[in-house]
């Protein structure tokens, strides 16, 4: 939480509302809206702010933030403005909440924060209802919801929530505040208490008011759909992840994938067009072949104790690299997507055991991001640039961008770095590393670590889709700049990851086949019951023919197959407007 909002606000947040601040009607509202109420949860300083916002600003996915509800309350002209001024009159400064002073107010009168979150809390959850409202009138599927008290502000499971019996006994049979889905974001107390206790407006004291008016987070934990553990000390990619795989799960689901559908497939003529990078833009190698000559190369430099390990390695055949990479995702299976930070925590492994620095290997990291994608991009195809060219004369408006699965930031987004500044975390950098054509050509970039998901995953496609409505939202003068999947075309090499990928997350795709030898586009109903029953987490025995036909009921009009980028844009026409 910002420290702007002051320690009254946190307190208000955090502690516990009244049951008065559950309406009973609001229940037969929120089910009625016929949209996926995902409430995202957690004790403070667990990370929930983060993982709603992955969900928000990477994943496109609408958000209530009820720490913004409660500053836009508090705000002049907000709606709690009258009722705090009635508890609490020289709080209010010129039509808006002194938070300072309402603070001072409550550290005096131990009475008066009840009296305010019974006040307060039933707006924000009325602003949360009328955000769900809107949500369904909209034809969307899917809302989060940011709701740090989710199972103490409901009368129905308070009492079970601040029991001594957590999780034991029976629970109510409604999900707390009537959402659908309960995501839980955890950390271990030791993590939290230490993050809590970095934050300046929280002391020990203040902490220990707050924990101890709070559920605990086991009971969170045996409650929730879906868990996003953010407690790794340096990487954000497992809880990217298990975010990501929550709402392919929910793709996925009886109840939802319908909604998903009609909400994915809607929209107007493509506005967007996205390309895989290797073996679709350019050659996996030499470019990643030179991106570990970097790579060594800064080692000798930044782990010279892990390089010398290195000339000495007897691995049986297998290369050092390779069997730190193996052993860094046996130690991190929730890193699996992200190849960056995968390679990072090997080299650290490599470091700690050579006596060199484990953060060093951040450092080493750089040349290796560096080169792989100017190497990329100097081995770009030759038909990759004239494509590129033409559908910009094509159609001017139309955003171009890249989907890797690969960590080759193909526009050099986060790669031009500040001199003694690790990589990671979090990626800090002066800008972006100047790129020549063909890849300045390129818009955006999303690779699956940004995603915390890999193609075919929806989750990657939604990021792509939200990275195309930023681009869209600054270039056009229009309302309507968020893009939905079905104004997304897909191009890959790949008919499992590319092609079934894309039709499943409800884009369009363009199959590039580039070798006589590789599989034809005929072969894509088999990648499209691998995709089903990979979401649909479906056993080798069941039969996934009905749920292949309504995942994917128009498939052969959504796909299309070229042999060389050069034939692209005559291949999507009557996609694309040409404006």
Known sequence: MPPALGSALLLCLYLIPSAALRPPTAAAKMKSASVCSVAVTGGIAMGKSTVASFLRSTLGLPLHDADAAVAQLYAKGGAAVPHVQSLVPDSVVDGAVDKQRLRRAVQRDKELLPRLEAAVHPLVEESRLAFVRD????????????????????????????????????????????????????APEHVQRERALARSNVTPAILSTILARQTSSDFRVANADFVVDTSHPWSFAPSRGAAAQAIDALRYSPEWRGRYAAWATAGRKARVITFDVDQTLCPLFPPLGLAKEALEAAMAVHLPRTKARMAAWDGEGEKPLDAWIRRAREENPGMAHDLTDLRVASLMIAAKESGDDPTSAQIAMRAFLQTRAREANAHAYSDVLSCLEQLRLDNSDLVVGALTNGNCHATGDGLQFEDGVLYTPPMRATGAMDMDPPFSLLDFCVTAADAGSAKPNVAVFLAAAESASRVLKGRVAERNTQVRPNELIHVGDDLYSDVAGSLAAGCRAVYLKRGEDDPDLADLPQH??????????????????PYVS???PDWEERCVQVSSLEDLCAAIRAWVPRS
């Open 135 to 186: 949500l369904a009138a909209k034809g969307h599927w899917l809302a989060v919801l940011d709701v740090p008290l989710l199972f103490e502000s409901d009368a129905r499971w308070k009492a079970l929530a601040m029991g001594p019996q957590d999780g034991i006994a029976e629970r109510p049979a409604e999900r707390p505040l009537d959402v659908d889905k309960v995501l839980t974001v955890h």
């Open 528 to 545: 499209l019951e691998r995709v089903v029953r990979r979401g649909m987490a479906l056993d080798d025995s069941a039969d996934s023919s």
């Open 550 to 552: 309504e995942i994917f």
